[in-house]
């Protein structure tokens, strides 16, 4: 079931008795819909059963009054190579990340490489190898966008020229190489920009011994797209010199799992405050020291829903529409023209919650019945998830 033929198309999925659609859009989080029908790989409808047509479908989904919501986005991982992390020695981890919702992993820099090469043409040609590799194998059908190179002084536009043109879309995060001065940082960033390429910024202490601060005035100073990590991985700035970068900065408020958790709520509280929650996408920062986590996202959007206080369909946004926006991607949202990238949930068995967003707003996570990627199946009822009270079933289609 997980690993579908390369070039495998969908043909036409229909999937119905839908209970609940997570949008994926922070200004209309919930839609008034109950079908959704997908073409190759691609939402072509979403509306109520009698709108939508539903003829010669090559698979149609009872979701049994479960809910459908864009299959979440890490906003960053560490990956290296296939479907395996040296950082804890462990094989399978997207796959069982993909048996937490995610559909999609954003690089923030291949790491974790034994013997990373920090030569300039070491590392473009890292970079290179990590986007094709991943662009070429997709563990689990998770979409994991690599190829993230971590800056290192030295490197000039030529460098970023050179990436952009092989296909290189991202940094790796700024700071964890040479380049950790303010002023450097911004020339690098600018001319990452400039030719197309996301940048992100470590934000806070040391990750792991060998790494160092970035401070506030170094985030501020670099100005690059996404403030990485704002609440630490694991170490985080004061709170008020994180609220201050919410402020101040513009940029992509990015909440992780391996971070400070009282800093994770500061954040999305003052990105609300400042009314800008499309700001704000969340990530796991794994694999990292402490581990892997495959449920990361699911445990941030009840953490930031039941402690925060933030409308459980709000914040599944940061996890799926703002990330899309932010990084253009065409994944995270329920509508025609979208991948149709789904996770479908229930409430957990014997949460305390009477419906789902009930149970993340007290705090529980949800249970995963299916996910789908490019509308092909990839798991049925989630082996990581507590229990979906109830899961969607593929009807027999008669032909
Ligand atoms: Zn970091």
Do not use: Y
Not at 251 to 273: M, T
Not at 327 to 336: A, W
């Amino acid at each position: 079931m997980a690993e579908a033929a390369a070039g495998e198309k969908s043909g036409k999925v229909v999937i119905r008795n839908i209970g609940l659609v997570l949008s994926g859009d922070i200004e209309r989080p919930i839609l008034d819909a109950d079908t959704i029908v997908v073409v190759d790989g691609v939402i072509v409808a979403v509306g109520r059963d009698k709108d939508c047509d539903q003829s010669r479908a090559m698979t149609v989904i009872d979701a049994r009054r479960t809910c459908v919501a864009p299959g979440l986005i890490d906003s960053h991982v560490h990956p290296v190579f296939g479907d395996w992390t040296p950082r804890q020695n462990q094989l399978g981890w997207i796959d069982s990340t993909m048996n937490g919702g995610v559909t999609t992993m954003i690089s923030a820099g291949e790491v974790h490489l034994p013997g990373r090469p920090k030569d300039i043409v070491g590392l473009k040609a890292l970079a290179i190898t990590a986007q094709r590799a991943f662009d070429n194998f997709r563990p689990g059908g998770v979409k994991v966008l690599a190829g993230a190179p971590i800056l290192e002084t030295g490197m000039t536009e030529q460098d970023f020229k050179d990436l952009a043109e092989s296909g290189v879309s991202l940094l790796g995060e700024v700071g964890l190489g040479s380049v950790k001065a303010g002023a450097e940082a911004r020339q690098m960033v600018a001319w990452a920009r400039k030719h197309g390429i996301q940048s992100t910024i470590h934000t806070g202490g040391p990750s792991i011994p060998g790494s160092g601060l970035i401070d506030k005035d170094v985030v501020l100073e670099a100005d690059a797209d996404v403030i990485g990590h704002i609440n630490g991985g694991h170490t985080a700035l004061p709170e008020a010199q994180v609220c201050e970068l919410c402020e101040k900065s513009s940029r992509a408020i990015e909440i992780v799992h391996n971070g400070n958790e009282r800093i994770a709520i500061a954040a999305a509280k003052a990105a609300i405050q400042l009314k800008c929650p499309h700001r704000v996408i969340l990530g796991t920062d794994g694999p990292a020291g402490s581990g892997v986590q495959p449920l990361g996202l699911l445990r941030m959007i009840a953490l930031l829903s039941s402690l925060g206080g933030i409308a459980a369909e709000r914040v599944f946004c940061f996890a799926t529409g703002n990330t899309a926006r932010l990084r253009k991607l065409n994944c995270g949202l329920i509508e025609p023209g979208r991948d149709a990238d789904f996770v479908f949930m229930d409430r957990a068995q014997h949460t305390a919650g009477r419906t789902l967003l009930e149970s993340v707003q007290l705090g529980d996570i949800p249970g995963v019945g299916m996910v789908m990627i490019d509308g092909l199946v990839r798991c049925g009822r989630s082996r990581n998830t507590p229990p979906a009270t109830e899961i969607p079933v593929v009807v027999p289609v008669a032909r």
